[in-house]
C-alpha cells in the first residue's frame, strides 16, 4: 500500500506540465508588456530581479510540519511592486496543493520588501512578476 507522500506528492513531469499551462494561461499578460516572468531575460531587470530572488531566499522557508509531511509542490504569484521597491500587492494565482506553501510563498515575498528602486531604464511607475515558488524535500527554488 503507497505511503501519504507517495499519494501527495506529483511527479516531476506532472509539475513541468503544469507549470507549462500556467505560462500559457498567463501569456497575455506578458506578452503586452504588463508582467514578466521571474525567469525571464530582460536586461533593464536583470539586477532588480536579482535582489528581488535574493531578499527572497534570506526570508523564505520551508515550513516544518509540511516538510515532515512530505508536502511538495509549485506556487505561482503574481507579486506587483512600486517604482519604489516597495510591494503594493501579492496575490496566489496557482496553489501549490498545500496551503502552508502557499502562504509561506506569499509571506516571504512581503518579507522581503522592499526590493529596492526599479531600474531608471524601467518606464513604468509598477512592476508585475509572475514567479514560481517551487517546495520539493530535496530543495526549494524560485524562479
Known amino acids: 500500500m503507497p505511503d501519504l507522500t507517495a499519494l501527495t506528492t506529483l511527479p516531476h513531469a506532472t509539475v513541468a506540465r503544469l507549470e507549462t499551462e500556467w505560462r500559457q494561461k498567463y501569456r497575455a499578460e506578458v506578452e503586452r508588456g504588463d508582467a514578466y516572468f521571474l525567469d525571464m531575460e530582460r536586461d533593464i531587470l536583470i539586477s532588480f530581479f536579482q535582489r ?3 531578499n527572497v ?3 523564505w522557508n520551508y515550513p516544518l510540519r509540511s516538510r515532515e509531511n512530505g508536502e511538495e509542490g509549485t506556487s505561482l ?13 501579492v496575490k496566489l494565482m496557482e496553489s501549490a496543493g498545500h496551503p502552508r506553501l502557499d502562504e509561506e510563498a506569499i509571506a516571504a515575498v512581503r518579507k522581503g520588501a522592499p526590493y529596492g528602486n526599479l531600474p531608471r ?3 513604468g511607475e509598477t512592476l ?14 524560485i524562479y
Open 77 to 89: 504569484l503574481r507579486i506587483t511592486v512600486n517604482r519604489d521597491g516597495t510591494l503594493a500587492e
Open 57 to 59: 531566499y534570506n526570508v
Open 52 to 54: 528581488f530572488r535574493n
Open 121 to 123: 531604464a524601467y518606464e
Open 128 to 141: 508585475t512578476i509572475f514567479a514560481f515558488f517551487n517546495y520539493s524535500l530535496t530543495r526549494h527554488r
